[in-house]
């Protein structure tokens, strides 16, 4: 081989490793799913495409007279079941149920003659009840109607089934798995396709959604992804512990999808505390029998739950030992209860008799509005106990009773509506928390309302999407300590996203706060949702201000809702004349005024009985305030009325009328229309923080508002004049302006992209990469921090590493170097992408040059190291090439803690670097 060659083949080795290292960063930063996104649509998937066609073989049947849901759908399982048992396979490659097996069948007299498959014996009706009967003897379970002691009372079973399945229904479901059945679509019936070898949890959650969902009369029935689950069952029950001997309940199973992934767990740490030894068919039944309790008020959903399990159970199990060791634990009505969770009637949920004693309650309880029980509001009560409802809310006393079954020392850990338990601030839902936090210890919220629409996405025209924001609660019993922190964690919306089924905690999501401050500040939540210790300083200060709500000793203001009007409400004729605004959006124009002049007078106006009296605070002078954000500029908007005759405006319940002292009222009219109306509302209004973009009327009021401001609002003729008047009103220093301008940008995409309450596009933009003067401005508040923190003297230089290709890597890399600096202080080094590729890989492997331990820099996705290897100690920062992990007000933050470091370094004489 020549030189030439050689070296071509070393080029071409160099090239692979580029390609392979780019492509594998590209995965597990997201980059790849993004580019890709239709290739892994859920509903694209072939376990959805099948609940489809299932879905319209349910309606064919109800069509041709099987109209009873629960012999329907106990059918319908029955046939699942049974085709599993044809397509789960042995490590040999041979299934459970084989032509063979079925030959025997018809040799022991079992079924009339030799059958093909399934489709076969369901086209002879006789041979089909059977087989059933035959799976019954050897199974038993929940899966068929023949129950019973004796053989009168399990062909009594059979009997009633059969007095509703007819020849007719058994040879359409022959038909759907030869695929003969046309689907609605056009599309052919994806059964003949379908392996049936492993049946995706999701599938089975599916078909409880679509099952029991239909029927709701609320339409409030939501299924809880699998990845969900797997998030919350890591907090209290992860793979790699040694306990399974735990008493688990989910108080509100629905598909069983909860009790299913415990069980898998249980079964693994079986496995782990018993290397070496193969799990019988003897421990999984007594895993079901006596560790797995599950609760529904609904039947049906017990129903699916119960199949659930004993698919999990068969699942554990090789084929070839199912008709020697599998036997099904009757479920239903034992282990797997349809009652009201706070019935106090069975002994598995009687908080009376303390008998239980749980080690883990989970699950996703209901929760929402109105949703509240007789049972639920009477156990609330009783006895000693005297447990707040809050708008009639049954989420927050699954909380309650669930830690009353538990152990001294078990944990709840549970779904819960954010609304109601993070971000509602009424009374009663302060005196629930209170109750809740006093009684019990809370180790972990899960704040998930930035994920709302991805959480429990799904985009099915016949099933919902839940939009409402969720928590997860973990608590234990007993009351907290003094020194007690909580943890509070709040994931961010990733774009690009790592992928679907996957919910990322970074660092700066990660917050804890005390008792004291979970039990006394009922807008916590929503500062460290979004906000970082200096925001929290700046609200702090904020809110010291006056605002229209609390104006000061002095000041008179009052303040009113627009009218609600229409038929069905009484005329006022005091209002005849008076300057009506009936728009959605005030006029282009002027940002500060309303010319009320011009507006048309109002005529015969019927206002709503409850808005018919008290018309004080529609007087000169005046100020309006509209509750939503303006389109396109993410700002609330206000409006001084104007008037040569002082002239009121009425208007409509979008705005709010505000009377009181001019002077004041210019004041607020400049706050408002500021961003920092929308900073100071992202961090304190739930609503806004997770849920829409308009505020609630008290919310509007509590703006703080610098009076007074003298002759400011002469002054301003366009959003930057407002925005500048404002941040000298309240003395803000530069790096205040930066935390209120950075996250005003951020709030403006997420409104932009949230379009409402519950519509929203399905289209999802990636976030821009930073640009050069993004990651200069980075490191140049980086090192004003430092410099503050350690003497202005200190030599800082800072370097952006980036590639000349068009195409730059999905990770941004920044180094500081102290003792150490250059004119200008930040520079950019251009490395070809195989150079920076190397320099990550470097960095990634210094853990340990023998070990070959890896820091994590590709799977962590925000990373932190100081490294004195060069003689000069550095700072290194590797994070998403995403604008958002780039901004001023990050480099503020991330530069606090690393001066935390650095001084924790310093105190200890340790130059190792440390790494978050």
């Not at 850990?413 to 009424?426: G, P, Y």
Request: net charge neutral; aromatic share 10%.
């Amino acid at each position: 081989m020549t030189a030439d060659e050689v070296a071509g083949l070393q080029t071409l080795a160099i090239e692979r490793f580029a390609a392979q290292s780019l492509h594998w960063i590209n995965l597990v930063s997201g980059v790849f799913f993004s580019n890709h996104a239709r290739r892994f649509d859920r509903d694209g998937r072939a376990d959805q495409l099948l609940l489809g066609n299932l879905r319209h073989v349910r309606q064919l049947l109800a069509e041709i007279g099987l109209s009873d849901d629960d012999v329907c759908h106990d059918l319908l399982a029955r046939i699942i079941f049974v085709q599993f048992l044809f397509d789960r396979k042995d490590v040999d490659g041979n299934p459970a149920l084989t032509a063979s097996k079925l030959a025997r069948l018809h040799a022991e007299g079992v079924l009339s003659k030799p059958h093909a498959g399934f489709d076969s014996i369901l086209s002879s009706y006789t041979d089909a009840y059977a087989l059933f009967e035959w799976l019954n003897e050897r199974f038993n379970g929940d899966l068929f109607p023949g129950k019973g002691d004796t053989p009168q009372a399990r062909a009594k079973g059979w009997a009633a089934e059969k007095r509703i399945v007819n020849k007719r229904h058994l040879s359409l479901l022959a038909d759907f798995i030869r695929g003969n059945v046309d689907m609605p679509s056009g599309q052919h019936c994806l059964w003949p396709k379908y392996s049936f070898d492993v049946i995706p949890l999701e599938f089975i959650s599916s078909i409880y959604e679509t099952f029991v969902d239909e029927r709701a009369a609320d339409g409030g029935v939501f299924y809880t992804p699998p990845h969900l689950v797997d998030f919350v069952l890591d907090k209290v029950l992860p793979w790699d512990g040694l306990e399974w001997d735990l008493k688990v309940l989910d108080p509100s199973c629905g598909s069983g999808i909860f009790l299913v992934k415990v069980f898998q767990r249980l079964v693994h740490r079986w496995r782990q505390a018993n290397p070496g030894q193969a799990v019988r068919a003897e421990l999984l039944r007594r895993l079901l029998e006596r560790n797995l309790i599950g609760v529904d008020i609904d039947p049906h959903a017990v129903r699916v739950a119960c199949f659930s399990l004993y698919l999990a159970m068969c699942d554990e199990i090789e084929p070839r030992h199912y008709w020697t060791q599998v036997v099904f634990p009757n479920m239903r009505n034992r282990r797997l209860l349809c009652s009201d969770f706070f019935a106090e009637d069975s002994p598995a949920i009687n908080t009376r008799t303390g008998a239980q004693g749980y080690d883990l309650v989970v699950g996703n309880a209901p929760w929402g509005e109105d949703l509240v029980t007789p049972l639920a509001r009477a156990w609330a009560h009783a006895d000693e106990r005297s447990w707040t409802v809050a708008n009639k809310d049954i989420g927050g006393l699954f909380l309650a009773k669930a830690a009353h079954l538990l152990k001294p020392t078990g944990r709840v850990a549970m779904i819960q509506s954010a609304s109601a338990f993070l971000f509602n601030t009424s009374v009663k839902s302060c005196e629930f928390r209170k109750q809740l936090f006093q009684t019990h210890r809370v180790e972990q919220v899960v704040n998930l309302a930035a994920l709302r629409f991805d959480v429990f996405k799904r985009k099915s025209h016949t099933t919902k999407t839940s939009v409402s924001p969720s928590c997860i609660v973990v608590l234990s019993p007993g009351g907290p300590a003094w020194n007690d922190r909580i943890s509070y964690v709040s994931p961010k919306r990733l774009k690009p996203l790592t992928d679907e089924f996957t919910i990322v905690v970074e660092p700066q999501d990660c917050r804890t706060l005390s008792v004291h401050e979970a039990l006394n500040d009922p807008l916590i939540w929503t500062l460290l949702m979004w906000g970082s210790p200096r925001d929290r300083a700046l609200i702090k200060r904020l809110v010291e201000y006056p605002t229209i709500s609390n104006p000061g000793e002095s000041i008179e203001v009052l303040t009113r809702q627009g009218f609600i009007y229409g038929d069905r409400t009484r005329p006022q004729p005091d209002l005849d004349g008076r300057p009506f605004f009936d728009q959605t959006t005030f006029p282009d124009g002027s940002l500060m005024h309303l010319d009320t002049d011009r507006l048309v007078p109002a005529r015969n106006l019927r206002v709503h009985s409850k808005d018919s009296t008290n018309f004080a605070a529609f007087e000169w002078p005046q100020l309006i305030l509209k509750k939503g954000l303006q389109k396109g500029h993410a700002r609330f908007q206000s409006r001084l009325a104007q008037s040569n005759n002082q002239a009121a405006a009425v208007f409509n319940d979008n705005y709010v009328s505000i009377h009181g002292p001019k002077a004041f009222l210019e004041a607020a009219c400049l706050t408002v229309n500021s961003l920092l109306a929308v900073y100071f509302l992202k961090l304190t209004s739930g609503r806004i923080a997770a849920y829409r973009p308009a505020a609630l009327k008290n919310e509007l009021l509590d703006i703080p508002i610098p009076y007074p401001l003298p002759r400011q609002t002469e002054e301003a003729k366009n959003y930057e004049d407002i925005d500048e008047a404002v941040y000298r009103a309240f003395a803000l220093k530069d790096a205040e302006q930066v935390l209120v301008e950075d996250l005003c940008e951020l709030a403006l995409a997420e409104f932009q992209e949230k379009k409402g309450r519950t519509k929203v596009s399905d289209q999802r933009t990636d976030e821009p990469a930073p640009s050069d003067t993004n990651l200069h401005d980075y490191c140049t508040y980086f090192m004003r921090v430092l410099k503050a923190g350690f003497g202005a003297d200190k030599a800082v230089s800072a370097t952006v590493f980036c590639t000349p290709d068009d195409k730059p890597l999905p990770y941004q890399m920044v180094s500081i170097e102290l003792g150490r600096s250059s004119v200008p202080s930040v520079v950019s080094r251009k490395m070809t992408t195989l150079a920076l590729l190397n320099e990550l890989e470097r960095l990634d492997l210094q853990d340990g040059k023998d070990t070959g331990d890896r820091l994590g820099i590709y799977t962590k996705r925000v990373v932190r190291l100081y490294d004195a290897s060069h003689g000069v100690p550095i700072i290194i920062i590797v994070k998403p090439n995403v604008h958002r992990y780039w901004t001023r007000s990050t480099a503020l933050n991330d530069a606090d803690e690393a001066s935390l470091d650095l001084f924790r370094m310093q105190q200890q004489d340790d130059t190792a670097r440390v790494i978050q």
